[in-house]
């Protein structure tokens, strides 16, 4: 049988869980907004820059062969600013899912209080 102690334990726990949860969705959050803005700079510039160039047969560029060529080029952010957007996410997600476990735990709670008062 589960004690009101032990909820009282567990919510401690999970409020901890969450401050440190919350701080390191933060951080990824910061870490993705940074990367993005680095990312969405660079590809500019390469693009302006490819935009003046001409293939090797002397036309110029279409529009899709610039953005590949652009992303070839930045490659290295595109990888870093999907992994800081696959870890924001994932700070996202951990955070539902300590809301998840105090919502049951309140559940829970609630059910014990009731199954005392009576």
Known sequence: MITPAQIEKRLYELSKEMDEAHTQMVEDET???????KYEI???RTRLELASKSSPTGKNYTVGEREDMALIQNEHL????????TAAKASK??????KTQVD???SISSSIKATLDL
């Open 93 to 98: 997600a951990n955070m539902s899912r300590i």
């Open 104 to 106: 049951i735990t309140r």
């Open 42 to 44: 660079a590809m500019a």
């Open 78 to 85: 595109h990888l870093e600013l999907s992994v800081a957007d």
């Open 31 to 37: 870490r993705f907004s940074n990367t993005k803005a």
